[in-house]
């Protein structure tokens, strides 16, 4: 196996030095002429496959001479690009139809007058959580009004300006709104937590018939909120023997990552005693 090696190591270095001197004779004479002549000619056919992809690309062009088909296939491309320019902005648009189709299905009760918002700055931080919308005292928008998100309840008005108004969401720290058990009618509040997409039922017994996966929603009490918006959807009850009341964590069924428009909503109740 080593005598192999060496053997093959010998004859690399004899091509090796075969190929140096056979570089300095034709470079310092003639000698090799007539071999180059040969090699050009057993070449020539390579060197003419090589040619051949212009030489095609020559005759067409010769063909067309005024680039007609070239001009054609840029101008397919073009507009190429733009009908998939205009097919993303359809997706987009039909995206946007379908959110706002759920919003306006939101006001499940038709005698609940409502009127569309934008969101125009949802910069939450983590000791208040509120938004900016582009509706204000112009659009007749009050203090406490309910506002609420394609899948529940948002927040509520806590101040207005002429044409914007700032909205207070449930999981903010000083929010609360009064909530129903869906399944029982269990009557309980939701406190905001401080935490995006999270809020606390506080002071429940631990007998109290809740579930996890039980759907709390608007009760109507308090005169604030209309009764049957979604709030939030139970994912956590800690009991504790020492503690008197359970411990409920719960997620909000509107998320504000996720929402570019809102409803703000008048009770019928309250524009009947308006």
């Known amino acids: 196996m080593i005598l192999r090696q060496v053997s093959v190591f010998y004859r690399f270095l004899f091509l090796v030095m075969l190929s140096l001197g056979l ?10 002429r007539p071999i180059r002549s040969v090699a050009s000619v057993v070449t020539l056919p390579f060197h003419s496959l090589n040619q051949l992809p212009g030489k095609i690309a020559t005759a067409i062009r010769s063909y067309y001479p005024d680039d007609s088909l070239f001009r054609e296939l840029e101008d397919l491309r073009a507009k190429q690009l733009k009908l998939e320019s205009h097919l993303q902005r359809y997706d987009a648009l039909v995206a946007e139809n379908s959110r706002l189709s759920k919003l306006l299905s939101a006001a499940r009760r038709s005698d609940d007058q409502v009127i569309l918002a934008n969101i125009v700055n949802a910069g ?48 903010d720290r000083s929010h609360g709104i009064p909530v129903q058990v869906q399944r029982n009618g269990l009557r309980t509040i939701v406190q905001g937590t401080g935490h995006s997409d999270r809020v606390g039922v506080p002071y429940l017994p631990r007998l109290a018939d809740i579930r996890k996966g039980d759907v709390l929603v608007s009760s109507g009490m308090g005169g604030r909120f209309p009764a049957g918006y979604k709030v939030a959807e139970v994912d956590e009850i800690i009991t504790d023997a020492n503690e008197a009341f359970l411990s409920i964590n719960a997620t909000t069924t509107a998320r504000i990552d996720f929402v570019k428009q809102v409803l703000l909503v008048w009770d019928s109740e309250r524009l009947a005693v308006e």
């Open 23 to 32: 570089m300095i004779v034709d470079h310092r004479s003639d000698l090799l």
């Open 124 to 171: 939450l931080d983590p000791f208040s959580h509120r938004i900016i919308i582009n509706r204000g005292a112009e659009a007749g928008v009050f203090v406490g009004q309910p506002v609420i998100a394609p899948n529940g309840v948002l927040g509520q008005v806590s101040e207005v300006n002429l044409r914007q108004s700032i909205v207070t969401l449930v999981t």
